[in-house]
């Protein structure tokens, strides 16, 4: 395994610290552990050099091994750009010639079992729309090669190597962004491609190698059977697109609070070489910020995620307001650019849908939208969804609460959603006992009470698993796939079980509940007061938050 050398401020050492949302930079694949093999940086061409000279090295803003951490989160933003192209009108995006520009692909090839229920409306009606953003690092082209290096890995298998779930409320008051570390471990679901061949579902994968498994459908299959989410679209881009994006809109406003250049006097770093203050991006300088870890705060992977938050929210606040835009020809340059570039489920197959969309998406108030991280814990040199925390930021995407805190706070809900697939005598419930604290002893027999419980309120079926106690601080009720939610609903319900706290999870086998410490005496359940509070493990960001990069003193001239 390579590890890299450099140990900043608040990172791990010999690791990757997993706030990057971009590109791994290490050797991949005889070693299986999820990053390529005998890849180069991108030419110096492609690369750039900051202003004034100076070379970013062959590994771009890497440190340790020459190959490492070079592709960070290049294209997050003008993934984002391309979904709010509505701001810019409709008039040109309504040439057919960009629909024929268009790549399209399945929206889910994984299992039924693992898919997520569609979201629920609103009193008025109105849905929740959630698209995930991809970055694939193919080297399916010529271009793509080029600019992302490793000329003996064209035509390998691709990878997801930025994940990003764009969360739009019911009522287009507010937009969650979520992203996931690329090294990420989870389960990938079994994926079935278009010609028909399976890909077999493997436990503890990166979650980067989705992509791998049949499509941009697979990374759809295993955000749903994560999170429960149900995703609506996805919209992906490649290498190919970045620099000419970013010339085509004209540059992105970014701050740094004194002079960088990232450079160290062994080759390594960006290139990135800005004076003090605002400077507008675009090219290969943008390139450059994407990927700067040396010279910002502590030189960590976190710093550099700060970054290209920073970048999105720029260039979320250009499209809207910048008058660039209402230049025909730039506006032109920009579609012809961004339809190249994307890949796109079939439900986003035309420029007129993603018209709509965009249109949808510009309600949104630019203050409302909020950039988030899954909160993760290291796994040996990888990292997994932390406990708690994580589950807590899908359970609020899901359920529609603002991530911001602002506006309308939902109050806990018995769960009634979907509709039992079987009556109340015959939906089988295991029940566990939960109960026991790092305080106190778990209550005997606890088990079998609910389930007696449930048994005089007409479940036939339930019964009391025995064989083990557990430690939940809340009751909770599992169940393993989609079939079995309005089970589970339906047990919540008759029990006054809040929505929140029936969750789907591939641990079980059927719908499961766990008395927790919040339940142990009384046969009426009490609901806690929700905890609607975005965690603060999830590095929030306001979209519309103007921000100067702190600069390390060691990287400034």
Not at 508 to 527: H, I, M
Request: aromatic fraction near 4%.
């Amino acid at each position: 395994m390579v590890q890299s050398s450099v140990r900043g401020k608040g990172a791990r050492p010999g690791v990757r610290h997993a706030g990057e949302l971009g590109w791994d930079e290490s050797p991949y694949d005889e070693n299986g552990d999820g990053v390529r093999d005998g890849e180069d940086g991108p030419p110096t061409e492609a690369r750039g050099q900051g202003p004034g000279g100076g070379g970013g090295g062959r590994d771009g803003a890497d440190g340790g091994h020459p190959r490492r951490r070079r592709r960070a989160l290049r294209w997050s933003a003008t993934v984002l750009a391309v979904v709010i192209l509505g701001t810019a009108g409709a008039g040109y995006l309504y040439y057919q010639h960009l629909n024929d520009n268009l790549k399209k692909d399945d929206l889910n090839i994984g299992d039924a079992k693992d898919r997520a229920a569609a979201s629920t409306p609103n009193a008025a009606g109105q849905t929740p729309l959630n698209i995930l953003l991809l970055g694939s690092d193919a080297r399916d082209s010529k271009e793509n090669q080029q600019l992302g290096g490793a000329r003996d890995t064209f035509g390998t298998p691709p990878r997801a190597d930025v994940q990003i779930l764009l969360h739009v409320s019911a009522d287009r008051t507010n937009m969650s962004v979520v992203s996931m570390p690329r090294d990420t471990l989870l389960d990938i679901p079994k994926c079935t491609d278009s010609q028909g061949h399976v890909y077999q579902a493997s436990t503890q994968a990166m979650t980067n190698d989705s992509l791998g498994r049949g499509g941009p459908g697979c990374t759809v299959a295993t955000w749903e059977k994560l999170t429960d989410i149900h995703i609506d679209h996805f919209i992906m881009v490649d290498f190919a697109g970045v620099v000419s994006m970013a010339d085509a809109i004209g540059g992105v406003p970014v701050c740094v609070d004194k002079n960088i250049y990232s450079h160290t006097a062994s080759g390594h770093g960006s290139g990135l070489k800005l004076k003090a203050g605002t400077t507008y991006v675009k090219g290969t300088q943008a390139l450059q910020w994407l990927r700067t870890r040396y010279g910002f705060e502590d030189g960590s992977d976190i710093a550099r995620t700060k970054a290209q938050h920073q970048y999105m929210s720029a260039m979320v606040r250009e499209l809207r307001a910048n008058a660039t835009l209402s230049n025909p020809g730039k506006l032109r340059g920009l579609a012809e650019t961004a339809t190249r570039a994307l890949t796109v489920d079939k439900g986003l197959g035309t420029v007129a849908k993603l018209y709509d969309l965009s249109t949808e998406l510009k309600k949104v108030p630019t203050d409302r939208i909020t950039m988030t991280t899954m909160p993760y814990v290291y796994a040996g040199e990888r990292v997994v969804p932390k406990p708690g925390d994580a589950d807590q930021l899908f359970r609020l995407v899901r359920e529609d609460i603002p991530l911001d805190g602002k506006g309308t706070k939902k109050k806990a809900t018995t769960a009634a959603a979907a509709a039992p697939t079987d009556s109340d005598d015959k939906i089988a419930v295991q029940v566990q006992n939960g109960t026991r604290t790092s305080e106190l002893a778990p209550v005997g027999g606890r088990a079998s009470s609910v389930a007696q419980l449930l048994a005089g309120k007409g479940f036939a079926e339930a019964r009391a698993d025995g064989s083990t106690v557990l430690s939940e601080d809340k009751t909770v009720i599992r169940y393993p796939s989609a079939d079995l939610k309005g089970d589970a609903e339906r047990v919540a319900k008759v029990l006054g079980i809040p929505a929140s706290s029936v969750v789907k999870s591939t641990d079980v086998s059927g719908v499961t509940l766990v008395v927790g410490a919040d339940w142990r005496s009384d046969t009426t359940y009490k609901a806690p007061k929700a905890d609607n509070k975005t965690p603060e493990s999830a590095n929030i960001l306001n979209g519309a938050t103007k921000q100067c990069m702190k600069v390390d003193p060691s990287y400034t001239w």
